[in-house]
């Protein structure tokens, strides 16, 4: 029985809490004006206080309440029309519950929306994280979703959103609170691990696939956190200012193709966003998601990243989790709240209706109205035995793991083919990194602790380690196989006992590692974010140690992103380096597959290692905002973050996004861009997306549906920005690739375009990605798709997608500085 304090949770919705006062909203007021930010202070160019610039203020866009009937996924559209009967009868209250969280830790799941037994309607649990499923045993450890990106493998990016999306679902769990995709615009950004790289079209396929996966295996995933939630500090208190193109071509990209995909929920984020706090931001929600992008799902608000109950609601959030106004201050701008704006007429009654719809939608889109399992955990009450009946729900996925470990394993360095290891007769394995954990795999709290080998950031996007497979396990495993002496040494600080174990190998394994999390837990001085890019633990010091004394060192890297390793990447004496990500519970096996050869490294950097911190176009703004005006994180690099920066401003990187060694060998050549010719219904359709894009012109003939949209009468047009036409095959790129060397192998060709010097993009970008598995000598064709969004940039003027004139240059490369194969083309036609 789920000791649900019920009394709390109608006190919640029912009673007007000190949470009205602080709605800023007028009563009775339609649409209130949007907040803007403190004025009055100096703008110092140094000064993160700084006011907005001007032009980075969100204007007000109102809900596309009517939305439902123009878009053209048949699912959504059947889910709706479904979800419509379901709620034709409810209460305002009911559809007021429906749309607010319980209030924290109230409930078994870290979120909860009540159960309404007039309509028999149970609730749902929502429950982190991007890796696996958080405050529960018995499930899985997977790899952070940064690991996933450097498989650059869309096949086990989807595999392993399918592995967690069966265990989210196998503990009953409704809404799975992932992927996260924010940009890792800062090296430094302590969630970086949780997402994608640092590029949104990698980001953009990952989150697709990654979704695809999840909700193919039955629970809703949730989008998370829109947007501009690039740093940690002053997580709450910071305004993210991005420009319109810089918003639409890159933080908003991978939300794009998680639309795409038919995700169930967005998360809004805890920062404001030029200006706007991004969770009641009309512009960013009810503008860029809900209209450009047709979203037809709900919005959730980042846990108490509402701040308002009438304006949240009509600036497009449909959500608000976990409900409390403060982590269990049992008030709520929504609830009780959300059922009086209704009543007098501060949120149009068609704008509860949407909200209720949206979320109900996306119940039924996934088919959780059939047979859903009940939730069979308590994330709060692990140890109350009536709320956990220990479900085990890991099947087989420990191979998975496994798999994405061993592909996402990015090889950097080989002097004469010190990789793969073979039969060494003696090997010392050295660093804290290459052990366990004195406390074992779950001995902090959230994983907000460094000791032992890192397979894991920290914060809310973790999950319990089953077990953890640890390097030097699996090494000794392999050590007996092949008759090898293997001796150890864990003491990052006795560096002489690092020399003397080192001097005495053939092969000498060096571990370290870097941590970073969430802003709640400080770890070692580091606020979330991390203070430096070096390894912790003296990691350096110890790789210098080992490379003095022993000629063969190889250099295993887990981290939570890039460091800065010019102290000793170009010791003669360091001859390979593996970089492994945070690879889950099965770290040691993969990386042993690695290292013996029985996995052909493949992975590639999903991010550029850099030779100085200063080299990276942004950093973390490590101002102390807890009181005065909000700091101001300008995006003033605009187009230019991680790859894009070092190639326009002509700085070499230590490593490059999209690099990778193997085992093998691979050659490219022929290069090819053919047109792909459209039918006469989709030039039809490119001619309605010219005709709806752009023109800030909505439909007249008034409301149908849900009630007319607000602040208006006429029907919002929505959902151009997924129109076929512009996300079909319009060119095709192929080149082939063929593997020159004496072992087969995965090679990971990468399509990158130049656009004309007057589209004022950087030098290239990344559109697509491969990953094809080659026997010696073995060759094949590999083809990518191009689409005009593909080749167009964001015009700010006319508010469209515009395939710029002129001449793009195409290249097919092994990274991004790679020249591969080139080719070039004239999408516009016009030269
Ligand atoms: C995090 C979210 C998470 C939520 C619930 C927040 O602090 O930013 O990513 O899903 O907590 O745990």
């Known amino acids: 029985m789920l000791p649900l304090p019920l009394a709390f949770l109608s006190l919640l919705l029912f009673s007007p809490g000190p949470a009205l006062a602080a709605d800023p909203t007028p009563a009775g007021a339609v649409l209130a004006p949007i907040e803007t930010t403190p004025g009055g202070v100096s703008s110092d160019s140094g000064n993160p206080y700084a006011v907005i610039p001007e032009g980075y203020t969100s204007p007000q866009v109102p809900a596309p309440i009517d939305a439902i009937s123009h878009n053209p996924s048949p699912r959504w559209h059947a889910a709706h029309a479904k979800a419509r009967a379901f709620l034709a009868n409810w209460t305002v209250e009911e559809k007021s519950m429906l749309c607010t969280g319980t209030g924290w830790s109230i409930g078994r799941c870290v979120g909860n929306t009540p159960p309404i037994p007039s309509r028999n309607w149970t609730g749902l649990c929502l429950e982190d994280s991007p890796l696996g499923v958080r405050f529960a045993d018995f499930v899985s450890a997977f790899p952070a979703g940064i690991n996933a990106a450097s498989t650059f493998d869309k096949d086990l990016m989807y595999a392993r959103g399918y592995a967690m999306g069966e265990e989210f679902k196998g503990k009953g769990v409704n809404v799975a609170l992932g992927p996260m995709t924010n940009m890792g615009r800062v090296a430094a950004g302590g969630r970086n691990w949780e997402g994608f790289g640092g590029d949104p079209y990698l980001s953009g396929w990952a989150t697709e696939m990654t979704i695809r996966g999840m909700q193919d295996a039955g629970v809703q995933a949730t989008v998370k956190h829109y947007v501009g939630n690039e740093q940690e500090r002053n997580r709450t208190t910071s305004s993210s200012n991005i420009d319109d193109r810089v918003l639409r071509e890159i933080y908003t990209h991978p939300f794009l193709r998680a639309v795409q995909a038919d995700v169930a929920a967005v998360m809004c984020s805890y920062n404001l966003v030029n200006g706007s706090w991004a969770c009641q931001n009309s512009k960013t929600l009810n503008g860029v998601l809900k209209t450009d992008f047709g979203f037809q799902g709900y919005v959730m608000s980042d846990w108490t990243a509402t701040h308002s109950g009438v304006l949240a609601a009509n600036s497009g959030l449909d959500m608000d989790m976990p409900g409390d106004v403060t982590f269990g201050s049992l008030t709520s701008f929504f609830g009780q709240n959300l059922t009086q704006g209704v009543n007098n007429g501060s949120i149009p009654a068609a704008r509860l209706d949407d909200m209720a719809q949206r979320i109900i939608a996306s119940w039924f889109l996934l088919r959780q109205d059939q047979d859903y399992p009940a939730v069979n955990f308590d994330a709060f009450r692990r140890t109350a035995p ?13 191979k998975v793991i496994q798999h994405v470990g061993a592909a996402s394993t990015v090889l950097l360095k080989n002097l004469n083919s010190t990789l793969p290891l073979c039969q060494p007769k003696s090997i010392a394995v050295i660093g804290s990194d290459m052990g366990p954990s004195p406390r074992g795999p779950n001995g902090f709290a959230d994983r907000g602790g460094d000791e032992g080998t890192l397979a894991m950031g920290w914060g809310s996007g973790t999950a319990e380690f089953p077990y953890l497979i640890d390097p030097l396990t699996a090494i000794a495993k392999q050590a007996r196989r092949d008759r090898s002496v293997l001796q150890w040494w864990l003491d990052d600080w006795d560096l002489s006992g690092v020399a003397g174990i080192a001097q005495t190998s053939e092969v000498t394994i060096v571990g370290i590692n870097s941590d970073s999390g969430e802003q709640y837990i400080t770890v070692d001085g580091n606020e979330g974010d991390r203070n430096n890019l070096t390894a912790w633990h003296n990691g350096d010091n110890v790789v210098l140690a080992a490379a003095n004394a022993s000629s063969n060192v190889v250099v295993v890297v887990h981290s939570v992103g890039p460091l800065i390793i010019e102290s000793w990447i170009d010791h003669p004496n360091v001859t390979a380096v593996l970089w492994a990500g945070i690879p889950g519970q099965e770290s040691g096996n993969a990386l042993v597959d690695v290292l013996y050869g029985l996995y052909n490294p493949s992975g590639r950097l999903p991010y550029t290692i850099a030779k100085n911190r200063t080299d990276y176009s942004a950093d973390i703004i490590y101002f102390n905002g807890t009181s005065g005006p909000e700091p101001q994180v300008n995006y003033t690099e605009g187009l230019e973050i991680d ?174 500085l790679d020249r591969g194969v080139v080719g070039s083309f004239c999408p516009s036609g016009k030269k």
């Open 643 to 816: 790859y894009r920066h070092f190639l326009a401003k002509n700085i070499t990187p230590r490593f490059e996004f999209g690099f990778g060694l193997s085992y093998t060998r691979f050659n490219y050549t022929n290069l090819q861009v053919w047109n792909v010719s459209e039918s006469k219904r989709d030039l039809e359709e490119w001619g309605l997306y010219e005709r709806w894009s752009g023109s800030n012109e909505s439909e007249s003939g008034g409301a149908s549906g849900a009630g007319g949209a607000v602040g208006g009468g006429n029907r919002t047009m929505v959902g151009s920005f997924t129109v076929k036409s512009l996300h079909r095959p319009r060119w095709t790129v192929s080149a082939d690739i063929q593997n020159v060397g004496d072992v087969n192998g995965c090679e990971v060709p990468q399509l990158y375009l130049t656009y004309p010097p007057s589209a004022g993009e950087p030098p290239k970008v990344l559109r697509d990605f491969a990953r094809i598995n080659l026997d010696p000598w073995q060759a094949q064709k590999v083809s990518f798709n191009l689409s005009r969004y593909d080749v167009s940039i964001w015009d700010v003027v006319s508010q469209k997608w515009v395939i710029p004139e002129g001449e793009f240059g195409v290249t097919v490369g092994k990274s991004s």
């Open 386 to 398: 009536e709320n956990n009946s220990h479900v085990d729900v890991r099947d087989d996925h420990f």
